[in-house]
C-alpha cells in the first residue's frame, strides 16, 4: 500500500485510480477507504481524473501522532499533492468539507480546484450550544476510552434516535466504528462550534463550487449559500433530491463538469497516468 511521509512523521496510506488531472478526495466523519463512499465514487471519476482516496489520520491503514491539531492534517494533504506532482483539486464531504476549505486557504497554489457538499455549518445559536457540549462529551469519554459512547454521541448529534443507536450497537458494523472512534475529536476540532467561517472562506481564492442537497435539512443550504457568498471564486449548486448521504451517481457527473471546465466550457481529461 502506498504512503507519504506528513511533516510530522506521520505515515499517510492512499491508492490511485484512473489518469488524468489530480483530485483527491477528503472523507467526512467515522469514513476512510475500507468504509464509506469515497471508493465508489473514486471509480466513477477514475475515466477522467487521478483520483486520490486516501485514509484521514488515525483511520484505516494510516498513522497517527499526537497531540492532533488541525494544521497536521493540512500537512498531510500537503504531502499527498506533492506526492501527485504538486497540485490537485479537492472534493471533501461533511467535515471532510471543512478540512478541504482549511486545506485550499493554507495551500494556495497547491488546491486548484475546490469542491464541497454539506459542510456540517449551522448560524443558529442553539445548534452552536449543541456542538459544545458535544465536544465536551465527547473528549470525556474518550478520556475515559469509551468508544461506544463516542459514537454514539456524534450519531445522537446527527439525528439518529436512540432506539437506532441501541440496534446499531448490536450490528457487526460498530466495532468498525469504534476503531476510528477517536478521530471524531479531530472533526470536532475542524469544525468549531459549527457557526460558518465566513472570514476564512473569504481568504479560499481558489476556484470552487459548493453543494448541498436539495432534500436536506435547510442549514445545509443556508451554511452552504453563507459559504459560497463569502468565497471570491465560488459557485452554487443544489442536487435535486439528495440529502446529507449524496449518491455517488448523482455527485460524480457534478464533479466532473466542475473540474474540467475551463473559461465556461468543459475539457476532455488531460493525458498522463498514475497507478496505485
Known sequence: MPRVKSADGTMIAF????RGPVVILVDGALCYRGFGPMPGLAALLAAHFTVYVYDRRGRGESGDTHPYAVAREVEDLAALIDAAGGSASLYGISSGAALALEAARTLGAKVTKLALYEAPYNGEAIARQRMRDYAAN???ALAADRRGDAVA????????PAEQIAGM???PVWPAFEAVAPTLAYDSAILGDGRVPVEKAASATTPALVMNGGA?????????????GAMPNAERRILAGQTHDVASGVLAPALIDFFHARDGKIMPAETGSRSS
Open 138 to 140: 465527547l473528549a470525556e
Open 15 to 18: 491508492e490511485t485510480l484512473g
Open 169 to 171: 450497537r448490536q450490528s
Open 153 to 160: 454521541l456524534f450519531m445522537t448529534l446527527v439525528g439518529a
Open 216 to 228: 436536506s435539512p435547510g442549514f445545509m443550504q443556508e451554511s452552504a449559500d453563507a459559504l459560497a
